[in-house]
């Protein structure tokens, strides 16, 4: 029996990102597509089979600890954006600000998809969702650069609306106007945490 199914919910691609040297600065470079490898995104900050460790989890691992690499891609719903430009009292957040790699528009809820989902073009390219990207300051620096007086309310705003972290499970180019749809994991939720 398969362990993953597929579901109605299906998500268009409206936008695509590079973030070419996170040293530099953490806002994205927009593109009409990406090829995405094993590593993840050809010549992304990003890329990479592993990674150092970071403050997501240092209750597993001391700071660059060097870890299998599953956050090789930042997706974010134009829906959530949206809600986010909204509380922070802007009419519009563009995603290259936040670092995104991709924006996806159709799923509700998109930040809280179930860890393991699968997000399958019709071409087959397929990525594995990690876990919720938790809401950081990072952005605020890149936000506040083009909006003044904006960039502190960032963190707030996007609790629980800040997308999911994921890696590439099958290998192909991903590109604006893609369709995906959403696979879930085939099992009750855990009962251990009550």
Not at 21 to 30: E, F, G, N, T, Y
Request: charged share 25%.
């Amino acid at each position: 029996m398969p362990a993953l199914e597929p579901t109605d919910h299906y998500a268009t691609v409206i936008w695509l990102g590079r973030v070419a040297d996170r040293a530099a600065k953490l806002s994205s470079d927009p593109a009409r597509a990406l090829d995405l490898t094993f590593a993840g995104v050809t010549g992304e900050a990003h890329s990479g089979l592993t990674r150092p460790s970071c403050s997501r989890v240092l209750s597993q691992y001391p700071r660059d600890t060097e870890i299998r690499n599953t956050r090789q891609l930042s997706i974010v719903s134009a829906e959530e954006l949206a809600a986010i430009a909204a509380e922070m009292g802007l009419d519009r957040l563009s995603p290259d600000l936040v670092g995104a790699s991709v924006v996806v528009e159709g799923i509700a809820d998109f930040t809280h998809v179930p860890p393991s989902s699968r997000l399958q073009s019709d071409s087959g390219v397929t990525v594995t969702v990690d876990m919720e990207n938790r809401s950081c300051n990072l952005p605020g620096r890149e936000i506040e650069s083009v909006h003044a007086g904006f960039g502190a309310a960032f963190k707030r705003a996007a609790a629980g609306r800040r997308g999911v972290t994921a890696w590439v499970e099958r290998e192909g180019r991903l590109s604006v106007g893609d369709r995906l749809r959403l696979h879930v994991p085939s099992q009750r939720g855990w009962a251990g945490a009550v």
